[in-house]
């Protein structure tokens, strides 16, 4: 049954999904009709609420907003390309201005600065101020980069309660912080019409707010007939409550009393973007929002942050404190010394095989004798991990004990692919015994092709994404059909369940059970690897879209902070990378896959991705002490998992520099490398 089912999809694949991911030409134009503003590209029309263009809530109960006042426009007229529509209620007997000034832009959006003047004469409380833009229809696709993506299927079948859910019911509403956004934009997709519409907005706080460090908010609230893109002057939920935060990797806090007092005279502005676009397949409508993202901020200024050479330099300089040996043992430790804890750990937080391929490229530009020798130990070391069947072997060996245990394929395909690596690096020096390295690899991928070509195979996640870019490097390296076979049976397996987006690509950590930028990044490096190993356009067209996800987890703007950490050293958060809708701080991860952006965008002849590569690799240098080390949590966004987490308001602009678990050095060596294959300057 189960191969039935697969060469059904891969039918399906060949018959359309394979073809190229494009967006047809569309220009959104702005419709004023007897002072009703609406939004249309021909065919979609975006409309404004029917009782009236600007709404204003004046009370706040029940953690809500209440009290709505409504207005439609008085006036309208033009200034240069600006259309510009005016209006005014009264409220506590005094006057509320609105003004919105729209101008169709060059790359197919409307644009709006949305303006509110209080004029009256006492101080206006609890107000919350208001963007509601209509879309017709039910059961519309939601993305919110960093958060939901396409309602978070996956993850929602495993523990709704953990991550933000939406499936376009009525009643459902989705709304989080601006800074919450690592592109700041919300897209609905119409799977069924093959139109999705995106609003795009400028982060911004909020003046007069009660709570400290309150933003504007963004998302999305599903009604009977159709759904209402919003942003308000800081209300946030998800799942059915209101007035939450996604705070803690299990569950929110509550985000209360977030009103604001406008003063009189007081002056609020919002600014956004409204795009409507066809897509030329379903689980594609996120795209073209992505690079509008990348191409309005531009962030491409890798300049300003550390050298590559100081950045190998440092990272390798503390890689050595993690190196310990004995008379059975040598590696890499996963902790620092301060946890009394030494394991040697392979894939995912330890890393340990990360080093014996890195610093076997970058051995010439570090100049040190000692590394032929560590690269040798440590590999040779590692390949008495012991095997269990089904792509499996143990990877965690403590070294106070003296045993081997845990596995899992994200762990053993990463660990597979710097073993490959290695040996394909190794092999043009002829300066490494690799014969213990290939008899382990062979063992390895034929465990993991067993285990994918087997009728029964039926992987629960993207998780096992991870093995077939070191199948597909292992097919060229020994010869083995086999090993192609099983790359490319896991390849359409993952592209058949993630091309459309009916459940994203998810699973690629450990710590959390739902869509993330690891599981995308195993589809990503997977594909790729297909694409330069077998010469097949299709898997290029596939890794652009796999690709595209883990871009929507990099933060393309600098957030502001309040008092903390951050703050202190003036981060600049552009080119860091979110985790995953339930663990919501960033991170460095966006290093690993920094060079396959960059070698992407020389595929397809697109400079922007090489630019933003650099900036990625870059600017995560940012915190590095001067023993080289770096913490794994910065918390942007009111999110964290380490120390104090009972006051929502002290969380964002922390720093958790503890957690120094190795691969947050060993990736930074690892991309060095690969960037350094490829010819590119940084």
């Known amino acids: 049954m189960n191969n039935v089912r697969y060469l059904l999809k891969l039918l399906a694949l060949l018959a359309g999904l394979s073809a190229p991911i494009f967006h047809l030409q569309s220009q959104t134009r702005l419709v004023v009709n007897d002072f009703r503003v609406s939004f249309t590209d021909g065919s979609v029309t975006l409309t404004t609420p029917d009782e009236g263009l600007w709404s204003v809530a004046t009370g706040w109960e029940n953690d809500w ?23 005014v209620a009264v409220i506590n007997g005094g006057d509320l201005e609105f003004t919105d000034s729209y101008s169709e832009t060059s790359d197919g959006m409307v644009h709006c600065v949305r303006r509110f003047e209080w004029k009256g004469e006492d101080t206006l409380k609890n107000v919350n101020l208001s963007v509601r833009i209509q879309e017709k229809g039910n059961g519309l696709s939601l993305f919110a980069p960093g958060t939901v993506y396409y309602g978070n299927k996956n993850g929602a079948s495993v523990d709704p309660r953990r991550i933000p859910v939406w499936n376009g019911l009525p009643g459902e509403f989705a709304i989080f912080e601006d800074h919450r956004y690592p592109m700041p934009f919300v897209m609905l997709e119409d799977p069924k019409g093959l139109n999705a519409v995106a609003l795009h907005i400028v982060p911004s706080p909020v003046r007069g707010a009660v709570v400290s460090d309150q933003w504007w908010s963004l998302g999305a609230e599903a009604k009977e007939g159709y759904t209402e893109l919003v942003m308000y002057s800081g209300p946030v939920g998800y799942n059915g409550e209101r007035s939450v935060v996604k705070a803690l990797q299990p569950k929110p806090l509550e ?56 950045i190998v330099e440092s990272k390798y300089r503390y890689s050595l404190s993690r190196w310990m040996e004995d008379g059975k043992a040598a590696g890499f430790d996963m902790y620092d010394s301060r946890y009394h804890r030494k394991d040697i750990v392979m894939g995912w937080c330890g890393q340990a095989d990360s080093p014996g391929y890195s610093l076997m490229v970058l051995s010439g530009k570090l100049q040190d004798p000692s590394i032929r020798d560590r690269v040798q130990r440590s590999l040779d070391f590692l390949t008495g991990a012991e095997f269990k069947g089904d792509g499996i072997f143990t990877v965690r060996y403590n070294f106070l004990d003296g045993t081997w245990d845990q596995g899992d394929p994200v762990s053993c395909g990463q660990a597979m692919y710097n073993f490959a690596k290695a040996i394909e690096t190794a092999r043009k020096s002829k300066e ?8 382990f690899l062979k063992k390895a991928c034929d465990s993991a092709a067993d285990h994918i070509l087997s009728k029964e195979w039926n992987p629960r996640s993207t998780a096992e994404g991870f093995y077939i870019a070191p199948l597909a490097i292992a097919s060229d390296l020994f010869g083995v059909k086999r090993y192609r076979s099983a790359a490319e049976k896991a390849a359409g397996e993952f592209a058949s369940r993630h091309l459309e987006m009916d459940g994203c690509y998810w699973g690629g950590t450990l710590d959390a059970t739902c869509e993330d930028k690891e599981g995308a990044w195993a589809a990503f490096q997977g594909f790729l690897e297909c694409y330069e190993r077998f010469s097949d356009k299709k898997y290029l067209d596939w890794a652009k879209h796999a690709m595209d996800v883990c871009l929507s987890y990099v933060i393309v703007w600098d957030m502001s902070f309040q008092a903390g950490r951050m703050a202190d ?61 770096q913490g794994e949590q910065l918390q942007h966004t009111n999110f964290a998992q380490h120390g104090a987490v009972t006051d929502v308001h002290n969380l964002r602009g922390g720093y958790v520099e503890s957690w120094t678990v190795f691969w947050i050095t060993a990736h930074f060596l690892n991309a060095a490398a690969r960037f350094t294959e490829m010819g590119e300057p940084l």
């Open 65 to 87: 907003m209440t009290g709505w006042v409504h207005a439609k426009p008085t006036s309208v007229e033009t200034a240069g390309k600006w259309t510009i529509l005016k209006g």
């Open 255 to 310: 985000y209360p009393d977030t009103y604001i007092f406008l003063e009189p005279g007081q002056v609020i502005e919002k600014e956004f973007f409204v795009d409507i676009y066809k897509i030329s397949r379903p689980g594609t409508g996120f795209q073209r929002p992505v690079y509008q993202s990348i191409d309005r901020y531009k962030p491409y200024d890798s300049d300003r942050f550390a050298t590559f050479g100081e």
């Open 432 to 439: 490494y015994d690799t014969s213990k390295w290939e008899r």
């Open 569 to 629: 050293h003036d981060v600049k958060t552009t080119g860091w990378t979110v985790v995953s809708p339930q663990n919501q701080h960033i991170d460095v991860y966006g290093v690993l896959f920094a060079p396959e952006i960059c070698k992407m965008g020389k595929y397809l002849g697109d400079e922007r991705l090489v630019k933003l590569s650099k900036v990625m690799y870059r600017s995560c240098y940012q915190l590095t002490d001067v023993y080289g080390s």
